[in-house]
Structure formats: C-alpha cells, structure tokens
C-alpha cells in the first residue's frame, strides 16, 4: 500500500501540531508548511514529542504566494492539503484589515487554484470558524444557521468557506469545511483569552506578575479541546462525500466564568466585585486584586454568544468532543505553572 501523503499548512500553529501528531501516528508522510521568519520556532512540535520525525517534511511557504502554491502541491505530491494557515487572532484582523484578508482569504483561494490547476483529485480541508457566525441568528448554530461576521477575520474566513464550498460545487473538488468552534490546549496562543488567562495566573502565582488585565468578560464562548478538534478535520477528508460540518462542545461559558475556573485550578479564592470597566477579581486568601478589566482589550465589534451543535459530526463522521472545559482549564493551567516554573516562555 503507498504510503498516504498530506499537506498541512501553518505547522507552526497549535492545531497543525497536533494534526502533524495526529497523521505521523496513523503512518502518513507529513509536509508542514512555516513562514520564512527572522527566527522560526517549533516549539510546539517540540512539545508533542514531533519535531524530529523521519516522516515530517518541514518546507517554507507563504500562503500569499499563488506560484509557491502551485509547486508545494506538485513537489509534495500530497493528496490530502488542511490549509489551518491564517491570520486567525480576531483582535488583531481591526488593526491589520488587508493583510487579514490576504493571508486568510485570499490564501484559501490560492489553494484552491493549485488544486484545480494541479490535481483535483486532491481532498482539501479548510479551517472555518463558528465566528462566521457573528452576532448569532440562531441558538445554537448549525451548518445551515445565517452567517453574520463581526469581524475582517471572520470575513475574510467567510470568503475562504463559500470558495470551498463552490470549487466543490463548480469543479467537483473534495473540498470540506469545517466549522469548528474555539478550541485551546497548552499549546494554544498566548494573545488568545484561554491561554492568556492560565499563563497570568501562574506567572501571579508564582510572583512574576501583579495583575490579569482583560476586556470583555461578558462574551460566551463553546470552549473544546484542540487534540479532539483535528481529528474531525481527518475524518472529514475520510468520508465518503464532501460537505461542511460544526465541531462543537454545544456548551456556552463567559470568560468571567473560565477566569474563575482557571483561579480556582491555580489555587487562588477569586470574587469578582463592581460591574462594566470597573470590574475587579480579588484573591480572598491574599486579599489583592489579580484581575482587572481594561477596556483595551475591548472590540470595535464583539461576537456574543457562540454555541454550536455538531450533531451531523456525530451522525456522518462519528466525531465527538468529550474532554470537559474543566479538565481542559486544569490541564493548561497545570502545563503553564510548570513551564512557568522552568522558565518556558511561549
Ligand atoms: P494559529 O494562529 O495557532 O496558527 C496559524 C498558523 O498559520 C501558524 O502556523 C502561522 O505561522 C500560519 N500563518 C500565518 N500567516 C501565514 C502565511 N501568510 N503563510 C503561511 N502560514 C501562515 O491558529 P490555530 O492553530 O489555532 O488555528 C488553525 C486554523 O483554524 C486557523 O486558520 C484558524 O483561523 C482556524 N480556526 C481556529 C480555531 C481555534 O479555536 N483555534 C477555531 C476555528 C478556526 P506563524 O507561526 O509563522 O505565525
Ligand atoms: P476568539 O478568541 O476571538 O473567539 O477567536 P479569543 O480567545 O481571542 O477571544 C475570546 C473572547 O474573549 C474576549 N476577551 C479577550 N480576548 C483576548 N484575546 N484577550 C483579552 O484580554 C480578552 N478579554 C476578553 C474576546 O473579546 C472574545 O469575546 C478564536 C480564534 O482562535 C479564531 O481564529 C477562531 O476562529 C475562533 O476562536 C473560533
């Protein structure tokens, strides 16, 4: 039997680390796609015990870059391509509009070509997100729910979603979209909510830091595990058709309450105490303020309430996420006071 080859571009991030992880257990050859930077990292890879595998082929590749996309699929001769690449922190897409759109995209779209234009055989996965959602039309979101993007992020990520779902359509493409939901892990991003929450709180506890400052504490998340969520993405490009799915908790929980959670796992006795920007979480034990709002931190345009259910990834793919926001809250915050303690810094 020949040996299954994929491509997975944004390697570097938390999800195509643990998809690389995912698809060397299951006996692929892997090309990760990274960024040329002044100082590339593979942290992550690292971590999951991965970086060195004989079967990951690491290559350099800009998403923005048509030509290069055309010639990663040909030199790669991979018959499976997940484009996780994005500019994908929300916050940032207000202050970097165009450049969101291109990389996030306008990306997808050169993916698609090299695809149409190299091998339409090739199944293709493109990481959609439950933000496409916006300010929600329905409670909880499926598949069919209205889209209402709230951000350049969210978008841009539409775009990327209706040009999948047409290069199936127009030139049948085995082109997947996969809605997923937030999902974190101690390899998640430090500038995203979960993860900035769990780093503070053991950087507090262990005297590097004063004061958690956040913005919104009102916003509803479905918070799921990010090892779970890619094995969806694979099991989408197994099936037998084509088609867009949800990945989902079908849980909804304010930050307010994840910042309680993640306190309570650090071992501090949080309370919260006044309202809007004047809100404070105090240490009952040591009776100082460890978290603050700071406005900001606020968006232009917030998304609310997202809650998804993926009761057609159950049905069609067997998917479902079963780790607990508890569990998930404890195992980052447990992985940050010991890399806190041992000096990791990302
Ligand atoms: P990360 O931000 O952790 O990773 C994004 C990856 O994209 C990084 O490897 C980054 O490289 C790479 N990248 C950015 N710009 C370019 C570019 N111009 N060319 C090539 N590569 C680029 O995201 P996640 O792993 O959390 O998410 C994976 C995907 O899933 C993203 O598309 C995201 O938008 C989407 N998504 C994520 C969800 C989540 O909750 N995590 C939910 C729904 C969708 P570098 O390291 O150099 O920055
Ligand atoms: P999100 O994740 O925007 O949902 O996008 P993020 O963790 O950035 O924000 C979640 C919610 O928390 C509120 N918030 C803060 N957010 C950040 N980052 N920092 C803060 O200090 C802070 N205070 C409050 C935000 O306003 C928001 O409501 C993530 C990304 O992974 C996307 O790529 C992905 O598509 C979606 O999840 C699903």
Redesign the pocket.
Known sequence: MTQPTALI?????????YLTELLLSKGYKVYG???R?SS??FWRLQELGVAEHPNLHLVE????DLGSSIRLLIKSGATEVY???????VGVSFDQPMTTA???GM?CLHLLEAIRTVNTDIRFYQ?????MFGHVQAVPQVETTPFYPRSP?GVA?LFAHWLTVNYRESYGIFGCS???????SPL??RE?VTRKITDSFAKILLGKLDVLELGNLDARRDWGF?RE?VDGMWRMLKADVADTYVLATNRTVPVREFVAMAAKGAGFDLVFEGSGENEVGIDRKSGKTIVRVNPKFYRPAEVDLLIGDASKAKRDLGWEATTTLEQLCQMMVEADIRRNQSGFSF
């Not at 571009?9 to 680390?17: E, I, K, L, Y």
């Not at 990481?127 to 933000?131: C, D």
């Not at 996969?178 to 974190?184: P, Q, S």
Request: charged share 15%.
């Open positions: 571009t944004g390697v570097t991030g938390q999800d195509g680390a796609t990274y960024r930077t590339v990292n590749y800009d998403l923005t484009n996780l690449a994005a500019q994908s922190f291109d990389i996030t990306g990481a959609s997100t439950s933000e992020y990520k996969g809605i997923l939901f937030n999902h974190e998640r991003g995203f990010a969520y």
